[in-house]
């Protein structure tokens, strides 16, 4: 079966850097996706890694290592926007499409 | 472009009781998801559908559950009968195409109250 383990709260002041880990154990792996998701809100994508390595966008960076099973987010310059719940997700593939499974999401609270 | 809808936002009912959501995905995205989320965790895919066919439903509880996407486009969710551990925000994703890139797009959601 599938699995996935991401840390359940992070907690940082404005302006610092946070990594959020993502381990996962799956057959047929296709690639990791983060996802956030405020508090009511609907989750949105941020990344999508099919590929060892980094991927940057803006202040937000994700990597893989497939050789590890394991990825990680990184926020850059926090903000008091960036309060909210991060998903790790794995695509595995056993057959012509993709099939997703979501982590359990760490929260991730921003202090003044 | 218009994002992807769900109907309605929010429904109470009592246990035993039925209930439909309705998702419309964004033109044009093949791919449309099914997703239970309960309070403090992750989204679990119910079911994927590529056009009007079923790609994965193994995490569907088949006796209560049902999903249709009759024509390719708009589907439907159905619990019948609902019980109380059925209570979680019911989210809708579509997504184009189906294998890159993999941005999947969520809706609003549906927030159900069992009873």
């Known amino acids: 079966g599938q699995s996935l383990e991401q840390p359940s709260e992070v907690t940082a002041v404005e302006g610092a850097i946070v990594q959020i880990n993502c381990t996962y154990q799956t057959s047929g792996f296709y690639g990791l996706s983060w996802y956030q998701q405020h508090d009511g809100g609907a989750p949105t994508f941020l990344s999508y890694n099919a590929l060892d390595g980094l991927e940057e966008t803006g202040r937000f960076s994700s990597f893989l290592s497939r050789s590890d099973s394991y990825g990680y987010l990184l926020l850059q310059e926090l903000q008091m926007k960036d309060s909210a719940s991060y998903f790790c997700?794995?695509?595995?593939?056993?057959?012509?499409?993709?099939?997703?499974?979501f982590g359990a999401g760490t929260q991730v609270v921003v202090t003044p | 472009e218009a994002g992807v809808a769900q109907s309605p936002r929010y429904k109470i009912i009592e246990k035993r009781q039925s209930v439909a959501f309705w998702c419309n995905p964004i033109?044009?995205?093949?791919?449309l998801y099914w997703y239970q989320q309960i309070l403090g965790q992750g989204p679990k895919l119910l079911i994927q559908?590529?056009?009007?066919?079923?790609?994965?439903d193994s995490q569907l509880p088949k006796d209560r559950f049902s999903a249709e996407r009759l024509k390719g486009v708009d589907s439907t969710l159905k619990i019948q009968p609902a019980k109380l551990e059925d209570s979680a925000v019911y989210l809708c994703?579509?997504?184009?195409?189906?294998?890159?890139?993999?941005?999947?797009?969520f809706g609003p959601g549906t927030r159900l109250t069992v009873l």
């Open positions: 997700a794995v695509e595995s593939t056993t057959d012509s499409w993709g099939k997703f499974q």
């Open positions: 559908f590529q056009n009007n066919g079923v790609v994965d």
């Open positions: 033109s044009g995205h093949a791919t």
């Open positions: 994703a579509s997504s184009f195409p189906p294998r890159a890139y993999n941005e999947q797009f």
